[in-house]
């Protein structure tokens, strides 16, 4: 029987949190994460408000963008923090309260479960609340895009929840400073041939989380990137 | 004849930058090359750039140049934007080593802070 990463059997665990004007969620989010022992760095993005602050006094490790880069260059900062502190597991989560603390640890055990690099949180295998019907097409037509370029068969391409061992974070290097590093995340995960598997999770939409998310437009823009990414070395 | 240097002198410039450029980016490159040598073709066979114009439904060999010149001008643009993008990719590497070496470490009492500066060695380049 597979050991469980979560029950801190299975080595140094840290969880990401790109942070961007989160001030008034941060902190909560933080103790929530604490509370399961893990070690926790939020990336403050060059945020405009207390973020950082809030973060600190909740007793995370805070790590400063000078400016604004965005969430694929705020990850892609955490993932390199935290392997330089010796991470065994690392796990992105979001700021914003729609990730919810108490799945880190199935993320954590599928890992471990499945000899897995990646446990990619879905919704759709799991449960969202108040999911607006818009975004519900967003993400349908992204998963279909992401499946179509890659050739990973998921259900959910653009979820922020997930975990990764020490060897395939490793192999994650973001150019994608923006949106569009969740789907060259992916890419990567399937040129480098690293195994990964889906973990049902629960996302829970707020007003809050819906006002700080991503217009449908978004939709654009990233494509828009992921094209140009692919002019030049 | 005039318009004919000038022009060629200018396709010649482009040429060059093209193969300068190539490297960066090889599809921009290409693309700069194969129509700007097309272009001081046409220049110099202003008959075959009529009877091409004609083909692609443009109208005379003239417009055509014309047109190829605006290519040629988005498609240095978009180098340009790439450039940017390179060079935003260099800062962003710059901005990430800045914040690791300045990380603050969860403090143990409120107020108190301590500074967790990872090995250097340990820091991905790129």
Redesign the interface.
Known sequence: MAKSVSQGRGGNTWIVIPAYNEEQTIAGVVADVRRNGHHVVVVDDGSADATADAAFRARATVVRHPFNLGQGAALQTGITFALSQGADFIVTFDADGQHRADEIATLLDALAFHGADFALGSRFLGRTTNIPTSRRLLLWAATWFTSATTGLELTDAHNGFRAMTRRGASHIRLRQNRMAHASEILDQIASSRLSYVEVPVTIEYSSYSLGKGQRSSAAIDILLDLCTRRLYQ | MIAQLILTALLSGVVLYAWHEHR?????GALSLIIATTAIYLVWAPSHASDLAEWAGVGRGVDLIVYIWVVISLLVL?NL??KL??Q??QI?VL??Q???A??????PL?GK?ER?S??PA???K?
Request: glycine residues 4%.
């Open positions: 960066r980016s090889p599809v921009v978009l934007h790439l993008r390179v935003l990719e962003t901005a990430r800045i914040a690791i300045n990380a603050v470490n969860a403090a409120p802070a967790v990872p090995p340990a820091i991905r790129g």
